[in-house]
């Protein structure tokens, strides 16, 4: 059974930075890719990041490139999303995804985690 669990949400200040983590269990993790998607209340939830497992480059999306990063600790079956200078415009619930075949930005992913909450204030 396949369960992804984030954590690392929280407040910050606008400027501030963060780093998410989504612990995947029960994946292999060498297929297919894991992604961030974010969701802002009465919005629809958007990509925000595409890590390939094939070993591509990552795909950050708009305009968080630049301030975004992800990485992986493949020891710890482990992705990270890390934000530097966080906008208020940030603020959302983001979440973690998997599939072992689907490589895109929209929610079609067939693994989710419960999300964790990040709150930017101006």
């Known amino acids: 059974q396949v369960q992804l669990v984030e954590s690392g949400g929280g407040s910050v200040q606008a400027g501030g930075s963060l780093r998410l983590s989504c612990a995947a269990s029960?994946?292999?993790?060498?297929?297919?890719?894991m992604a961030w998607f974010r969701q802002a209340p009465g919005k629809d939830r958007e990509g925000v990041a595409i890590?390939?497992?094939?070993?591509?480059?990552?795909t950050i999306v708009g305009s968080m490139k630049g301030r975004f990063t992800v990485s992986s600790d493949n020891a710890k079956n482990t992705l990270y999303l890390t934000m530097n200078t966080l906008k208020p415009e940030d603020t959302a619930m983001y979440y973690c995804?998997?599939?072992?075949?689907?490589?895109?930005?929209?929610?079609?992913?067939?693994?989710w985690g419960q999300g964790t909450q990040v709150t930017v204030s101006s």
């Open positions: 995804a998997a599939d072992g075949t689907y490589c895109g930005l929209s929610p079609r992913y067939a693994y």
């Open positions: 029960g994946y292999t993790y060498t297929t297919g890719c």
């Open positions: 890590f390939f497992t094939s070993g591509k480059p990552t």
